[in-house]
């Protein structure tokens, strides 16, 4: 079995590759071949994944090429999918939903038979749900007409699908006259700003107290020196937040190939998890700056941990190409998450030399194989951001983190500044 990724090359998509999985019933741990098509070997340009540089003969694996764990369907669509489509969740669902859902996955990166399908399921709903746009109160008011647009067309042309997480998220994209539409309904050249909006799962309190602080938890890491994008706004319970995947241009819409952490160590399977030695180390074999990666990686852990952010997994981890050069994307899915009902933990953690767990930054930075003199470098930029950390509390008051979550966090960044304390 097999299927076709095409890629957004030079502004419009073309077929790059052809993946074939020998044994779909046993998911991705099925060996794959993957092979580049010819034409594309001739006139592309970019790679399909970091791991896989454009070449005549094809790569044998052992497992999928892992860039396709991030284009599975997971949560909420996934759901939609599995009920639309009849499909029963078992090993072999994984690539059955790719061949439908992955029709506008984040970055540059399409499944062509699961762009066949949209194509149909667009050719049986009315002009009306293909074609309309929204204004801002329309989606805040949750009108009558935007709910039943979402129903009867947004699940597959907003990128639910495509989307990973629980959180029911939608990618909308607002034209060059204000309207809104689901985001593969609207043709590049009418693209002026893309947006991917989260919704409260609305379970309980703590589900929309997490997303309404996200905003807030963005704007403190900004203020706490890490790389952000453009800040995303928490409006009339929705959170609106910019894409960083996406640029618009004078000449078009350009999308920069991003893949997660997931991706780039190779994992076979979406249940693996890596700690953080091996995502770091393998981050350092492939961007662009690994001295400052590692800082940005530091960092963003010492402040999940600071913060409260426990979900924390190899897919909302992701390098990105931009202007040729290969680093972290700006941070994504900082919360609250501490707050989740759920019973989610840290499922990424950092171990020493036997795999055992370290819970101590001093143990921490110690157990980091880096050279000696970039290692001075590193605990220099770690030093200057504990010393942040006395002022973390007041930065989460003033960028408008609810006091009650400002509070709970106190022991944990005080113990965190004790153990990162000279």
Known sequence: MQCTIEIFDRGQWQPCCIVETENPSVGSLSPSVLTYLPDYVENGSLPVSIHFPVRKEPYHLSHWPSFLLDMVPRGEGREYLLYECHIQEELATDWKLMLVGAINPIGNLRIAEANVFYRNFLSKKAPLWVNRGFTIKEILERSENFVEYLEEHGMLSAGTTSV????????????????????????????????????????????????????????VAREMGLAVGELPKWQSDMLFIPRFDRTVTETGVIRHHQESIASLCQLADASERPSHNVALKTLRKFVSDPFATTVEYLKRDILNMAMGNIDNHPFNKAVRMLHGKI????????????????????????????????????????????????????????????????????????????????????YGIQNLRSQLKN
């Open 327 to 410: 680093g972290l994307t700006p941070i994504f899915d900082f919360s609250p998450s501490y707050l989740l009902t759920d019973d989610i933990e840290r499922s990424m953690e950092w171990v020493d030399k036997n795999g055992d767990i370290l819970d101590n930054w001093n143990d921490i930075l110690d157990s980091l194989d880096l050279p000696p003199e970039e290692m001075s470098a590193v605990l220099v930029e770690i030093d200057r951001f504990a010393r942040k950390l006395d002022s973390l509390q007041d930065i989460m008051t003033q960028q408008g983190v609810d006091e009650d979550i400002v509070d709970a966090r106190y």
């Open 164 to 219: 990973q997480g629980k959180t029911p998220k939608f990618l909308m994209t607002q034209d060059k006259d204000g309207l809104w539409y689901a985001d593969a309904a609207l043709p590049d050249t009418r693209a002026a700003r893309h947006f991917l909006v989260k919704l409260s799962r609305g379970r309980n309190l703590a589900d929309w107290k997490i997303l309404e602080n996200e905003a807030a938890y963005v704007r």
